[in-house]
């Protein structure tokens, strides 16, 4: 069997993750590949335990997310099977009865807040990135992106941020970038196509697939 290639994208929220994955599936669109997004592993019902001291539920917290099925889907899409991927309706705050499926696939690039996080994880990805941006950028494109897009009042959006989404950054995402081959900026454009072109030179070349070296 081919060698499959999993990539980890984390950062912050709004740091652009989602755009940048798109970017590089774009230059490597000629290849056998698949994007898959953390968010859609929240758990269905947020724990009690998971609850901030204003009653919200913490989205932004490690114990939101189902870390067993995202484990074992991931251990499945690196041994060439497919998964049928949950979908997550932010609007509603919870999963809905349908599914994606996802692979099977040579390459799949991973992207969420803490796609880093997990040793089990991290032990699969091929290639682990990490978007630093600087905190105001990732704030405005949280508050269009969640007012526009997850039906959000602007209000909820800032209350949210200053609640969870800023002391859970410090706290669990930042330190993720100790864990990263290397560290994307703002300017995602020319790190997109080095990481295309480093994904093309691992399925060109698979007995190099441990080495991150030349990135």
């Known amino acids: 069997m081919d060698k499959i290639f999993l990539i980890g994208i984390a950062g912050g929220s709004g740091s652009g993750k989602t755009t940048f994955a798109k970017k590089v599936m774009k230059g490597i669109s000629n290849l056998d590949s698949s994007l898959l997004h953390m968010d859609s592993y929240y758990l269905p019902t947020q724990p009690q335990s998971n609850y901030t001291s204003s009653g919200k539920p913490n989205f932004d917290h490690p114990n939101a997310f189902d870390w067993d099925l995202l484990r074992r889907h991931l251990t499945d899409l690196k041994h060439g099977k497919s998964i049928k991927c949950p979908i997550y309706d932010f609007k509603n705050s919870g999963r809905t009865e349908e599914y994606e499926t996802v692979g099977p696939c040579r390459v799949v ?78 300017e995602t454009d020319v790190a997109s196509l080095i990481l295309s072109a480093r994904i093309k030179e691992l399925l060109a070349s698979p007995q190099e697939m441990q080495t991150t070296e030349a990135m």
Do not use: N, W
Request: glycine share 4%.
């Open 109 to 186: 690039l991973f992207e969420g807040i803490f796609a880093l996080y997990d040793q089990e994880i991290r032990d699969l990805l091929d290639i682990k990135c990490f978007l630093h941006v600087d905190s105001d950028i990732r704030f405005t494109r949280r508050l269009h992106r969640d007012v526009k897009e997850r039906g959000r009042s602007l209000e909820s959006v800032i209350a949210q941020y200053y609640d969870t989404v800023r002391p859970m950054y410090q706290k669990y995402l930042d330190p993720q970038k100790q864990y990263a081959d290397f560290t994307v900026g703002e």
